[in-house]
């Protein structure tokens, strides 16, 4: 089901320009207008016989594919939520394949970002993804007429492919289906499943007047395409004189790539190859789809194409919504595996990881720390709708990263910081799916549009902290990055006023700096948020609020200096320190964070020795200030600590950065050697 | 894999007198002894052949079954650790199953409480679980010959089944296997799958004396059994006059089922059919199972025969564990999907559920209330190894429930009551798996026999925090329970100082009382806790601890009467009012929780009302006492309370709680309804 939202909107007339527009756009002047429309023959017997039944009895099994055939799959996709729809449509088909495949994903600009990262990372063995980027704006609106392009956008030696919405989930091997391709005579080039309702008999509601079609007609969901055969056959030509024929007479309102479909295949009823109703069970409202897989032993396809999706009303819904949320939820990392016998080039950056990896030494006493600094997560970036406004000279995004035992604190921030926000989360895909419902739940975030949560997956034992930060900070939009941890929370004026500050002090151009925001923290969980900073300062004297860290790790906020801070006026000039782990705003393009650091410990740190080493000024900001809530020890933590070798390995962790940094910066390294201190516990 | 531990220390003598013993006992003399052994003929061309390559080529493909043929699993199960495994391998046989399937679980005590009420709770339609506890505790180590016996220990009109170790994954329909019964001959009674590694050679080291093997010999992870021509054969003598005559010159050390069923096909070759490789795929050290994959295109079955299972060396585990992990991690309730076409009778109990579900109004704004109560969750009891002492007349179990978010306090929690404990966890598959990974990562908790952990499986979007109660109360073993909370620590002397008073005031024959332990919370994340009641009398003075719920809900606990308890040596008897909601030691056998109340609030006020009612007497202990530490509100209770509908709903169970306590009680129960007060904040 693909949108239809804005189609309606859109006059016949305006339409009919579209359409005109794609076809030059794509078409051009090159493409053969051979044989004329309705050359193809009718498989009579099978047009009659279409009554919502069972096509299984009448297509004989297909013959067996040649083994590890490269099986062909486009999929249209536009925007957020259609991009998390096709990851878990793709989970589903990489969980019961066994060919190769390459996925033609052709996308807006949205699913673009996501999906190139989503395949780059999730690193497949014997998937090829390809995403093109239809950049037009003209037609944004107008993904829903996509597929009908397809001939034309897909490369032209491309003679196979099968064509699936977003909205479909596989139960069963989709070789299967490309097998019936087998089964198509010489003059089809569609495979199309039956429409399992009555919409196309025009007899829903009084004046219903769909577009034409063959009895029910076909439903487009899952598409078998000979695309040889259709670029021969004048495919856009054909198309394109249909719809602009019906366009004249009938109301665009529910235009679609379907109806389209439809009215040609009325047209030309030889060009289509009906498939067997389980190839595409569709749970429409008012479905027939009942007729179908009562009688199959096996549902191969099935179609969410109710506008209400998984929550449609239909009897055995409950059947098909466990096939669907099996995938939801499915660890997508379990489908690397590669296909025995089927011998395939690695996933691009692939052979690199592994290469790093099989030079570790499994009796190095730091292993899994190793182990989990090269594990390449899956990312899914803006896993929900995102509209950022466009990004203004001074303004900040705040980056932090949390697991699922801080999503109440998102809230909180929300209500802190108005401003933008990236946030990576590190959660298992089952997770993911609790907090897309949380987010779903919640006033405060769902009335968000500038909070970029991007998903990094659960792999391996160790938190990437250092990972997740850089995933959050590399997505920021802003040119300026407030560089936060998930569980501060900042003054109520401190967006406005670092935006200010940034202004005010020139940074960027005139000035290379730091801006460090002082940390405090309250051991209470019900506390008064102070509204100023003579409210703070009467907390801090009341002894309601401490320094950050006051007790455990004074040395990681020293340097701020709060005694000068209480009574600055202006902004003031810091030195670095050993050990020195203050929240800071940098420019966007500042140092990343060393990914070296996993589990928890020295994360920070490092990064702030890098900043001076590049020369970064550290400036404390006089009004600014941001409190640490309290908090049990995440289960990451625990494990962590707990952990007898962490020390040791936080220190072989620590010895090969400063060999990096000397490399790096040479003598000027040599400053952050002697301030060492024998070690002890930072975060 | 079944455990080789027990025989080994055996003595062949021994062994051969338990044989005699379980032929006595299984067979008494009812059995015929028909065939002479080796009578079978057989298949010169397949035996000869077989070298550890696929014999996927040699068995032409199997006819179609007949559309919904019950088929029969059997499968040997003893202890906490292999129900886990069967719980995996029973969710990977349902993912791919389109047949009515018949479990008959062959278990010792353990693994039956634990099958009986997982299978119960599961409630998955066309599985029917058969539980046989087979008591005779004279080879209660010996269940690794368990699978010889089954012949005679099936139900004795059952022709044919499939036998299954606990340690197999399927990847696909057990009906194709069941399929393989179409190629026996008229003589071939036992199908099964070469063994993949040189084992039976007897050459993998100097003096390896292995039992007698045809080849490599075969693997009994997976077999198919035609029980039918077993009993007809003589089987039981078979085995047992092979057995015997072998062990008067082998070795014992390694036996199990696997060496006698080999024997036995050594002696008569014609009783086997061998099976394709990939129905049993062997990840044992040095397997040659890559020689069956290497060419399959398909793997049926995996078989995770190393001792070291999933942490085998093997450069392809990471695809086999995947497809392991898959299942591991996978919602069972997800495979609570009925059959379409084949119609079987409702699982025992879903019926009842059905039909109460029917009843509900969509439209009833307490509509997902109802709907949570009448939610059967699986339950998996003791999912972690528990050996409890026998129970002593004054003990007491710790009852708490808990979910993910709170596993951090299991280890404190052990170091406070070193008593035996019942522990419901809300968990999801997935997460049952980490907390497992915790428990073996802590070595407080591994060392602890006396902690039961019964995980409850997640489902529906409220915490069933009553059901969840029930659960732990129910599996208490000892006569007294303690009904508390997981964020409570109690005092280190509270485990030996109730056993004290349950023996002094006579609870039980002589008296009907709740023991009240005082509760107390401190604010602040680092705290000592106190020793002793003057120190905590002393912390409570210096304002570091607070009755508990002073500041939110004074109500709750107001009735323990502190003041009186700051003075108090002996126990001194309390009344009942509205809203109290003290933690109280009572007889196991006292009111179970009021499931109705779900989410949270009121769940613990009812269940005082209620004992209050049956005129238990509320004893305050006037040492005992337990402190609440901070947290930050779970994300289920944040989801409930910023729920709108909250209120009024809990408002609504309350009158039917009240309600239902009148037509109980009777008049009795008027105080209850007159001292309700308008709600509040309750937890």
């Known amino acids: 089901m693909l949108p239809r939202g804005r189609p309606r909107a859109l006059g016949a007339a305006a339409l009919l320009l579209l359409l005109l527009l794609i076809g030059f756009l794509l078409f051009g002047g090159d493409l053969e207008y051979g044989r004329p429309p309705g050359a193809g023959t009718l498989d009579g017997d099978r047009s009659a016989d279409r009554g919502g039944h069972n096509h299984s009895d009448c297509v004989p099994p297909p013959p067996p594919l040649p083994r590890c055939e490269l099986l062909h799959v486009a999929i249209v996709c536009a925007g957020h939520n259609s991009s998390r729809d096709l990851v878990t449509l793709v989970k589903s088909v990489l969980f019961y394949r066994k060919n190769p495949l390459h996925f033609h994903l052709v996308t807006d600009a949205v699913a673009r970002n996501i999906l190139e990262m989503l395949f780059y990372t999730w690193m497949v063995p014997a998937v090829r993804p390809h995403v093109s980027w239809i950049p037009n704006k003209h037609y944004s609106g107008l993904y ?31 070789a299967e289906l490309w097998a019936l391709f087998a089964h198509f005579s010489d003059e089809q080039v569609i495979g199309l499943v039956e429409n399992q309702s009555d919409w196309y008999l025009g007899n829903l509601w009084r004046n219903h007047r769909p577009w034409p079609a063959l009895g029910r007609g076909f439903n487009t969901g899952v598409i078998l395409l000979r695309l040889d055969r259709l670029r021969q056959a004048g495919w856009g030509q054909m198309w394109k004189l249909t719809a602009t024929r019906e366009l004249l007479t009938l109301p665009a309102t529910s235009l679609a790539d379907q109806d389209i479909f439809n009215a040609v295949i009325k047209e030309h ?26 009688e199959a032993s096996d549902l191969k396809v ?14 055995h819904v409950g059947y098909f919504r466990n096939l669907h949320l099996t995938f939801l939820g499915y660890d997508g990392s379990l489908l690397r595996r590669e296909l025995f016998g089927c011998p395939s080039p690695p996933p691009s950056g692939a052979e690199q990881v592994q290469r790093a990896l099989a030079h570790l030494d499994e009796e190095d006493a730091c292993f899994e720390f190793r182990q989990q600094q090269l594990t390449v997560h899956r990312v899914h970036l803006t896993f929900l709708p995102h509209e950022p406004l466009p990004p203004r000279p001074h303004d900040v995004t705040l980056v932090a990263q949390l697991s699922m035992d801080r999503l109440q604190m998102l809230e909180a921030l929300c209500r802190h910081w108005p401003g933008p926000m990236s946030l990576a989360l590190y959660l298992t895909d089952a997770e993911a799916q609790q907090f897309l419902r949380f987010v779903e739940a919640s006033a405060v975030l769902s009335a968000r549009q500038n909070v970029a949560y991007h998903v990094v997956y659960r ?8 990972q997740l930060r850089n995933v959050a900070l590399a997505q920021s939009l802003t040119p300026y990055v407030f560089l936060s941890d998930i569980d501060f929370l900042p003054a109520y004026s401190l967006y406005d006023y670092l935006r200010a500050s940034i202004e005010q002090l020139k940074l960027g151009s005139e000035r290379k700096a730091a801006l460090v925001v002082p940390a405090f923290e309250t051991l209470h969980y019900r506390f008064r948020f102070p509204s100023s900073k003579a409210e703070l300062l ?16 004074p040395r990681g906020h ?3 200096d709060y005694a000068r801070w209480r009574e600055a006026q202006t902004p003031y000039r810091v030195q670095w320190a050993a050990d020195y782990e203050p929240y800071v705003v940098v420019p966007r393009d500042c ?18 020795v890098e900043l001076d080493a590049q020369e970064y000024e550290l400036l404390v900001l006089p009004e600014a200030f941001a409190i640490h809530l309290p908090h049990a020890p995440s289960l990451d933590i625990s494990r962590f600590r707990s952990s007898p070798t962490y020390r040791d390995c936080l220190q072989v962790l620590k010895d090969e950065f400063h060999q990096d940094l000397s490399r790096h910066y040479g003598a000027a390294a040599l400053k952050y050697l002697t301030a ?5 516990g930072p975060t």
Chains 1, 2 share one sequence.
Request: aromatic share 10%; hydrophobic share 40%.
């Open 558 to 560: 020293a340097p701020t």
């Open 676 to 680: 060492l201190q024998p070690p002890r």
């Open 459 to 466: 792999e391996g034992p160790l938190y990437p902290v250092n």
């Open 538 to 553: 009467a907390l801090l004297d009341s002894g309601s609020l401490y320094t950050f860290r006051y007790h455990e790790w």
């Open 591 to 608: 140092p990343r964070y060393d990914p070296r650091f996993v589990g928890f410990g020295w994360n920070k740190v490092a990064h702030i």
């Open 302 to 315: 099935i179609h969410w194409n109710s506008p209400k999706k998984l929550r449609v009303k239909n009897k």
């Open 144 to 174: 829903g007429l996509m597929k009908l392009v397809l001939p034309a956008a897909l490369p032209p030696d491309l003679a196979r492919v099968i064509v699936l919405d977003t909205d479909v989930t596989f139960a069963s091997d989709i």
């Open 269 to 294: 009823p030889g060009l289509v190859q009906p498939l067997p109703c389980i190839w595409n069970v569709q749970l429409s409202d008012h479905t027939l789809a009942e007729r179908c897989y009562s």
